[in-house]
């Protein structure tokens, strides 16, 4: 399945930004979804996550209470709303996806993401 992601761009500290992400041909709740993040010349980590019937939420300690992920299923979309942002979350934003497939959901390991969506870069200055 191929990951739709858009709603990146520029911002100023304490600013926000809201992007989101759809399945191309799939319906979102087929997923479980989530964000990651990857600034130049480090490694991809983890933003947040959303289970497929949206009942529960995690976050990277770094973003807790600034951002929230949500699933719009009206518009078939998983959400990010970024608030408060700082220059530090200066970033290529990617969508995840995870298949409902049985096996354990690790939704902070990078290496366990089944569905990757093409970035969409964040820049937020100072």
């Known amino acids: 399945v191929q990951l739709q992601a858009c709603g990146g761009g520029l911002a100023q500290t304490g600013g926000s930004l809201r992007l989101s992400c759809a399945p191309s041909g799939r319906s979102s709740s087929d997923y479980h979804m989530g964000w990651f993040r990857q600034a130049p010349g480090k490694e991809r980590e983890f933003v947040a996550a959303?289970?497929?019937?949206?009942?529960?939420?995690y976050y990277a300690d770094s973003v807790k209470g600034r951002f929230a992920i949500s699933r719009n299923t009206a518009k078939n979309t998983v959400d990010l709303q970024m608030n408060s942002l700082k220059p530090e979350d200066t970033a290529v934003y990617y969508c995840?996806?995870?298949?409902?497939?049985?096996?354990?959901?690790?939704?902070?390991?990078?290496?366990?993401?089944?569905?990757w969506g093409k970035g969409t870069l964040v820049t937020v200055s100072s």
């Open positions: 995840a996806g995870w298949a409902l497939d049985g096996s354990g959901w690790f939704p902070t390991d990078s290496t366990r993401v089944n569905y």
């Open positions: 959303i289970t497929w019937s949206g009942g529960n939420t």
